[in-house]
């Protein structure tokens, strides 16, 4: 993603902020403050408008977050997230609390964003052994033999690595990692094989792995 | 076990056995081979960190305006309507599909346009933000020289300097107090509006300028400090264009 350091940075400074603003403020939508998720929720039903901002408060990073770890486009992950909202809560009436509301929402959110990955003729995940050989994989010179990644990993770094994912790795790699799907739910929300879904997963942190060295190479060469 | 059968059952056995479970002879092996030890180590590093990264993007305060719209246009928020009788519109919302503005009412339409123009106008100002943020209309028109005056000339409209000069002189200092400044008068004549025409929702929108006055401010500063980071600039045009999109809802919703 081009420009991605520039908008890191800015973005951490505006959450920063934010966060510093609302804790001195009492903003409304703070749940400390206002009313539970589980109220907000019977509100919701009712058509309170203050109601559906708290949940979309509430979980708006997560989704967000997500839709931008998937599509690696902070527009899309926008229409996205909307999307995924939108959708939420025009079914909000029949939610009954059997799952957790973000166990619902965030899979929601998946299911919205490869539907969407699903319509652009993106892979949702690469049942091909041969996609693997195709992608641009970094050369073995870049050492996954004697190279170490040393006990931290910068998190920008792997935000970077993580969007230079072929999109079907990173789907599961998303999931997986960073969302914390199950493998048996993986397989079931994208639709291929538990063994499937471990192996991608399995390659995606190779990849993540040579793709991280080779950064932390090219850093050190240029100081 | 061989490096080869490491990297064979690494699949299932990184997610599956629980930390130190797994077989001895898969252990034994690692323990003595430094590059598998690495290859261990490191994909669970990656693993644990990508964890840190499940909700630390904030969307930018559009999404939610965009969603609320959407609500109101399907009938989904039915409580401005129970609550503001009076006001409650008998046409449908009208719904901005795109972020063009499309004004519809003449008493915030000037005010609107004003908060665009403010914005091209600050944003397209590159050396000079301070100046051009704090103050003085002459000063602000005549001396800053812009770097790039074909953005300049498209981007600042006449509005602009007359309405910037409404606002209150600020102070000029470089490091700025994070406390919330006073309001603006176009901001206070928005609320106004809203108050008298639909009181129960003043709060929703003091809550939401709030919320975009910060960002704007906040981005100011970065740009500020980094005049050339054009996604920083770039945030702040977007930051004003929310800005007026939000009262864009609001006069399409209260009118
Ligand atoms: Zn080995």
């Known amino acids: ?223 | 076990m061989k490096c080869s059968d490491v990297e064979r059952v690494l699949p299932e056995l990184l997610d599956g056995a629980p930390d130190g479970a797994f077989p001895a002879d898969f252990e034994t092996h690692v323990k003595s081979c430094p590059a598998c030890s690495n290859l261990v180590s490191d994909l669970k590093l990656i693993s644990s960190e990508a964890r840190q990264l499940a909700a630390t993007e904030e969307p930018a305060p559009r999404v939610w305006l965009r969603i609320a719209a959407e609500l109101r246009a399907e009938g989904l928020i039915s409580d401005a309507a129970i609550r503001e009788p009076e006001s409650a519109p008998t046409r449908p919302i009208l719904v901005p599909t795109s972020r063009r503005p499309r004004w519809s009412a003449r008493w915030l339409a000037p005010v609107a346009a004003a908060v665009v123009a403010a914005g091209s106008y600050v944003v397209s100002h590159k050396p000079a933000p301070q100046v051009a943020k704090q103050q003085a209309p002459a000063t602000r028109v005549a001396s800053p020289i812009p770097e790039t005056p074909a953005a300049t000339s498209a981007s600042a409209p006449t509005p602009a300097p007359r309405q910037m000069a409404q606002k209150p002189a600020k102070p000029t200092d470089t490091i700025r107090p994070a406390v919330e400044p006073e309001s603006s008068e176009e901001d206070q004549q928005f609320l106004t509006a809203v108050s008298t025409r639909a009181p129960s929702m003043r709060t929703t929108y003091e809550n939401q300028l709030k919320a975009v006055n910060a960002d704007i401010r906040e981005t100011q500063a970065y740009v500020d400090r980094n005049p050339g980071d054009t996604d920083a600039r770039q945030h702040l045009m977007d930051a004003y264009e929310q800005k007026a999109l939000l009262y864009q809802i609001a006069l399409d919703r209260i009118q």
């Open chain 1, 1 to 223: 993603m081009r420009d991605s350091l520039g908008k890191f940075v800015q973005r951490k400074e505006f959450e920063a902020a934010s966060e510093r603003l609302a804790a001195g403020k009492g903003d409304l939508t703070d749940p400390k403050q206002g009313i539970t998720e589980a109220e907000a929720i019977e509100q919701a039903k009712q058509g309170r408008e203050a109601a559906f901002e708290v949940l979309y408060h509430l979980h708006k990073r997560r989704v967000y977050s997500l839709c931008l770890r998937m599509v690696s486009n902070p527009a899309q992950a926008e229409d996205l997230a909307q999307e995924a909202f939108l959708q939420l809560f025009r079914k909000i009436a029949t939610f009954r609390g059997e799952s957790a509301f973000s166990t619902w929402l965030h899979r929601m959110t998946v299911n919205v964003v490869l539907m969407q990955l699903r319509k652009k003729g993106l892979p949702v995940v690469s049942l091909e052994e041969t996609l693997a050989a195709n992608d641009e994989a970094p050369k073995k010179e870049f050492g996954t033999k004697d190279v170490k990644l040393t006990g931290s990993i910068d998190r920008l770094q792997l935000q970077r690595a993580i969007d230079r994912l072929p999109p079907g790795y990173r789907t599961v790699f998303v999931l997986h990692d960073i969302e914390g799907f199950e493998h048996n739910e993986i397989a079931q929300i994208v639709g291929c094989s538990i063994g499937n879904s471990k192996s991608q997963l399995h390659k995606a942190r190779l990849k993540l792995r040579d793709y991280l060295t080779f950064m932390r190479a090219e850093k050190a060469k240029t100081g």
